[in-house]
T-cell receptor, first 115, second 116 residues
Framework: AQKVTQAQTEISVVEKEDVTLDCVYE???????LFWYKQPPSGELVFLIR??????QNEISGRYSWNFQKSTSSFNFTITASQVVDSAVYFC????????????FGAGTQVVVTP | GAGVSQSPRYKVAKRGQDVALRCDPI?????LFWYQQALGQGPEFLTY????????KSGLPSDRFFAERPEGSVSTLKIQRTQQEDSAVYLC??????????????FGPGTRLTVL
């Protein structure tokens, strides 16, 4: 069975603070892909990153960074120096090669950034 | 705009009515996906097309749900005899390739269905 857990329901920060979103996944497949999507109030899911199970290198893109650790089945996401425009729901998702195309999403974490 | 479009954006139906939700994927995208997102939850997979072939419909919750993509571009998700539990946002996504690679899925704005 595959599962994605985002234990944090909502995180509130003041602008310029850093915020880390946790994502823990479960799968028996050895080949899989992990994703993060952002869903702003407009509702449209916006792709942020894709990582495959063989690439454990951490990644940084501007103020965003991701920490993938297979040993703990986690794929955490950090926003550095948060801005009001970062306010959104963030989803972690898993796709395995046995169920290609089927994104398994977590429940999401609502991030609220106040000025 | 070159993104995924969905219509209508909002739909109110009385219980028992049939509804049809439309998705226009990004031009040239081979794969098309439907997801259902209940309030406060993550999207749940419904079905997947590769061109006109429906390759996976394991997520359709009941036989009242039917999806088609007859010419390999526009897709329609039909829900017959709607129930209150069908109230959700229905998201459509497309991606350019098939199973040879894992591409990101580009999502549309969704159709918010409310069943009274």
């Amino acid at each position: 069975a595959q599962k994605v857990t985002q234990a944090q329901t909502e995180i509130s920060v003041v602008e310029k603070e850093d915020v880390t979103l946790d994502c823990v996944y479960e799968t028996r497949d050895t080949t899989y892909y992990l994703f993060w999507y952002k869903q702003p109030p407009s509702g449209e899911l916006v792709f942020l990153i894709r990582r495959n199970s063989f690439d454990e290198q951490n990644e940084i893109s501007g103020r965003y960074s991701w920490n993938f650790q297979k040993s703990t089945s986690s794929f955490n996401f950090t926003i550095t120096a948060s801005q009001v425009v970062d306010s959104a729901v963030y989803f972690c998702a898993l796709m395995t090669t046995d169920s290609w195309g089927k994104l398994q999403f977590g429940a999401g974490t609502q991030v609220v950034v106040t000025p | 705009g070159a993104g995924v479009s969905q219509s209508p954006r909002y739909k109110v139906a009385k219980r028992g009515q049939d509804v049809a939700l439309r998705c226009d994927p990004i031009s040239g995208h081979v794969s098309l996906f439907w997801y259902q997102q209940a309030l406060g939850q993550g999207p749940e997979f419904l079905t997947y097309f590769q061109n006109e072939a429906q390759l996976d419909k394991s997520g359709l919750p009941s036989d009242r749900f039917f999806a088609e993509r007859p010419e390999g571009s526009v897709s329609t998700l039909k829900i017959q005899r709607t129930q209150q539990e069908d109230s959700a946002v229905y998201l459509c996504a497309s991606s350019p390739r098939t199973g040879e690679g894992i591409d990101e899925q580009f999502f549309g704005p969704g159709t918010r269905l409310t069943v009274l």
